[in-house]
């Protein structure tokens, strides 16, 4: 079964950090683009970060630039998501997905998804 798990997440401080992890079981992940998106109550999936498959792009949505760090390890099959400093506004359901064709901003064109796992972020 071709998937992605996600793993991480969960309830935080303001200011505080989260890593989540993203592992594709049944292929491998060499091949494609690795994203992570969010979803807040009440507003459209919006793009966090994108990594190419060699490294050689990385993308940050201006919201997290500086403080969000994405990672890929092709040996472990897995992209990571390293999030500091975290804000109330970052609170969201996250989701990775993979991409054959790039970081592409064309989120019909990412070909698959990870469960999706919620961050809290609250006093």
């Known amino acids: 079964q071709l998937q992605l798990v996600q793993s991480g997440g969960g309830l935080v401080q303001p200011g505080g950090s989260l890593r989540l992890s993203c592992e594709a079981s049944?292929?491998?992940?060499?091949?494609?683009?690795g994203g992570w998106f969010r979803e807040a109550p009440g507003k459209e999936r919006e793009v966090v970060s994108c990594?190419?498959?060699?490294?050689?792009?990385?993308y940050y949505a201006d919201s997290v630039k500086g403080r969000f760090t994405i990672s890929r390890d092709n040996a472990k099959n897995t992209v990571s998501l390293e999030m500091n400093s975290l804000q109330r506004e970052d609170a969201a359901v996250y989701y990775c997905?993979?991409?054959?064709?790039?970081?592409?901003?064309?989120?019909?064109?990412?070909?698959?998804w990870g469960q999706g796992t919620q961050v809290n972020v609250s006093s």
């Open positions: 997905a993979v991409s054959i064709f790039g970081c592409i901003a064309d989120m019909r064109r990412w070909r698959y």
């Open positions: 049944g292929f491998t992940l060499d091949e494609y683009a």
């Open positions: 990594i190419s498959t060699t490294d050689d792009m990385i």
